[in-house]
Nanobody
């Protein structure tokens, strides 16, 4: 069982930057593909970004492409999501997810964190 704990959320103004972190309990973190999803009030959870086992490949939703960067540090069992030029529409609960194989949909990730709130004010 993989346990994921997100941190780094908060209240920021539009245009600001934020870095989210997700620490994994699993000792073989490098065997997992890691992803970030988000869910805004009244909306479905949506894919944000994903990164493969060594970080060789990354995937982004069109909504964050150019503003978001996913990275990982396998020595620290941690994955990051750097978000720049934040917009009000980025406001959501951000979830970290993990699975053995790459994916960009909720159903492809079997392990989830509890989420961290990001609120962007205008």
């Amino acid at each position: 069982q993989v346990q994921l704990v997100e941190s780094g959320g908060g209240l920021v103004q539009a245009g600001a930057s934020l870095r989210l972190s997700c620490a994994a309990s699993e000792g073989i973190f490098s065997r997992f593909v890691m992803g970030w999803f988000r869910q805004a009030p009244g909306k479905e959870r949506e894919f944000v970004a994903a990164i493969t086992w060594t970080g060789a490949r990354t995937y982004y939703a069109d909504s964050v492409k150019g503003r978001g960067t996913i990275s990982r540090d396998n020595a620290k069992n941690t994955v990051y999501l750097q978000m720049n030029s934040l917009k009000v529409e980025d406001t959501a609960v951000y979830y970290c997810a993990a699975d053995r194989f790459p994916g960009t949909t909720q159903g492809e990730f079997h392990y989830w964190g509890q989420g961290t709130q990001v609120t962007v004010s205008s």
